[in-house]
């Protein structure tokens, strides 16, 4: 392991990412990496133009995932831990503050600037046998987004601590706010290129995101409260919706 000092305190203990530095196989390097954003865009942009029908909410999974397996060989699994009981208690709080943030974002945003509405939620029609296929789609959906920012963050992470030589906390730090604006970047055309909603709105929310991942090194912590988010969110513009 290396030093104490440059892990973070809230990091689970006797646990590191993978693929940044010379103890992990297979470590990162320049062409690693650029197959990984390579998966990454092309899954993106399959996924955004429609492709594929019923696979299509899978593009995000497919591709990026295989790009890891690809490069990765057998430590593909790196990117998944077990589930443990205390990350029950770390899934709820990181839910609530996310909701909690997500909320205000949105409403200060709101205020100071022009907003759209997400499409999905405007699709609703307070019909549950309609927007039942619409929640199932998002499971897949959101563990491709998990994939296509957390891919990224440890491209980030890798490349700042091999080629830049920063300390292993400043390269977290760095791939963590660049990966929440790329994630941002992915809700620019849901929210009609508007700049500052997507950036900023989704970015922030994608900080508390992260935390759950960057704490465990777990992908199934961040996905599943990403799935728990998202469906409160639409769970909300659902049930306004039968209403009207």
Do not use: C
């Not at 019909?127 to 987004?145: H, I, Q, S």
């Not at 706010?177 to 941002?184: E, H, P, T």
């Amino acid at each position: 392991m290396k030093n104490k000092s440059d892990f973070f305190r809230f990091e689970r203990k006797n646990d590191d990412f993978p693929f940044y530095n010379d103890l992990q196989s297979p470590t990162l390097n320049l062409k690693s990496g650029l197959i990984f954003l390579l998966a990454v865009a092309v899954g993106f942009a399959l996924f955004l133009i429609g492709f594929g029908g019923p696979v299509q909410p899978f593009m995000n999974v497919i591709f990026p995932l295989a790009a890891v397996i690809f490069v990765a060989r057998s430590q593909w699994t790196s990117l998944f831990r077990k589930l443990v009981a205390k990350d029950i208690i770390l899934i709820i709080g990181t839910y609530i503050v996310n909701i909690i943030v997500t909320f205000v974002a949105g409403f200060v945003i709101s205020k100071l600037f022009n907003v759209s509405a997400n499409p999905v939620g405007e699709s609703f029609n307070g019909n549950f046998a309609d927007a039942l296929p619409m929640f199932l789609k998002m499971v897949p959906m959101l563990f491709g987004e998990e994939l296509i920012t957390i891919l990224p963050f440890l491209v980030i992470l890798a490349f700042a601590v091999k080629k830049l030589k920063l300390s292993r906390k400043s390269a977290i730090i760095l791939a963590w706010v660049v990966a929440s604006i790329i994630f941002g970047a992915y809700h620019l055309q849901t929210y009609n290129w508007n700049l500052v909603q997507a950036i900023l709105g989704i970015g922030i929310a994608r900080v508390v995101l992260l935390y759950p991942y960057i704490k465990t090194k777990n992908i199934w912590t961040s996905f599943i409260v990403h799935v728990m988010n998202d469906w409160t969110l639409f769970g909300f513009a659902f049930l306004s919706s039968m209403h009207h």
